[in-house]
């Protein structure tokens, strides 16, 4: 009877110790997860609740852009913010942008010098005011926004830059938001 005894025992033993290796480390993991700072919460300044964003200014030789990339930064405020855009007057805050430059590089070409892939490059700088106060809440320059076009897939740069307009209008969104570090 002792060496059955034995046989049980030490098994149960092992599992004890393993169940509760694998608890431990499952809540070393929770604990971790938990604790890095994720958050539900908008990161945008909290008093201010709606903004107006004119049409951007436009410093290239590119144009119809300053369209294209607001009415790309007004649609990623309605879907990445609670910010509601207003008119002017109604507003408590004020979204300027300007874009600064638009620069397409050639990646590669084919033996006859046709372009294979190409890149789109974005820049542009933003002001946004608080109109309550007057003073600035956020003001970055040099925000950009990329993309590769592949010309046998028949992309364009058009098509690329509508692209380039919507990574950069999250960008722009993005840099609205309170630095938590």
């Given at each position: 009877?002792?060496?059955?005894?034995?046989?049980?025992?030490?098994?149960?033993?092992?599992?004890?110790?393993?169940?509760?290796?694998?608890?431990?480390?499952?809540?070393?993991?929770?604990?971790?997860?938990?604790?890095c700072?994720?958050?539900?919460?908008?990161?945008?300044?909290?008093?201010?609740?709606?903004?107006?964003?004119?049409?951007?200014?436009?410093?290239?030789?590119?144009?119809?852009?300053?369209?294209?990339?607001?009415?790309?930064?007004?649609?990623?405020?309605?879907?990445?913010?609670?910010?509601?855009?207003?008119?002017?007057?109604?507003?408590?805050?004020?979204?300027?942008?300007?874009?600064s430059?638009?620069?397409?590089?050639v990646?590669?070409?084919?033996?006859?010098?046709?372009?294979?892939?190409?890149?789109v490059?974005?820049?542009?700088?933003?002001?946004?005011?608080?109109?309550?106060t007057?003073?600035?809440?956020?003001?970055?320059?040099n925000?950009?926004?990329?993309?590769?076009?592949?010309?046998?897939?028949?992309?364009?740069?058009t098509?690329s830059?509508?692209?380039?307009?919507?990574?950069?209008?999250?960008?722009?969104?993005?840099?609205?938001?309170?630095?938590?570090?």
């Amino acid at each position: 009877m002792p060496k059955c005894f034995h046989k049980i025992t030490v098994p149960c033993v092992f599992k004890r110790r393993h169940y509760t290796l694998s608890a431990l480390v499952f809540l070393m993991i929770f604990f971790f997860i938990t604790g890095c700072g994720y958050s539900s919460k908008s990161l945008l300044r909290s008093n201010v609740r709606s903004i107006y964003v004119p049409i951007f200014d436009n410093d290239t030789f590119r144009r119809g852009y300053e369209f294209d990339l607001t009415r790309a930064v007004r649609d990623q405020l309605l879907l990445r913010t609670n910010l509601r855009i207003v008119d002017k007057d109604e507003a408590d805050s004020i979204l300027f942008g300007k874009i600064s430059s638009v620069n397409e590089n050639v990646l590669i070409e084919d033996r006859k010098d046709n372009i294979v892939e190409s890149r789109v490059t974005i820049r542009a700088d933003i002001r946004w005011v608080d109109t309550r106060t007057g003073r600035a809440i956020v003001e970055r320059k040099n925000i950009k926004g990329t993309t590769e076009f592949i010309v046998l897939r028949n992309e364009t740069l058009t098509s690329s830059s509508d692209e380039s307009f919507v990574k950069l209008a999250q960008s722009i969104v993005e840099s609205m938001e309170e630095d938590w570090w």
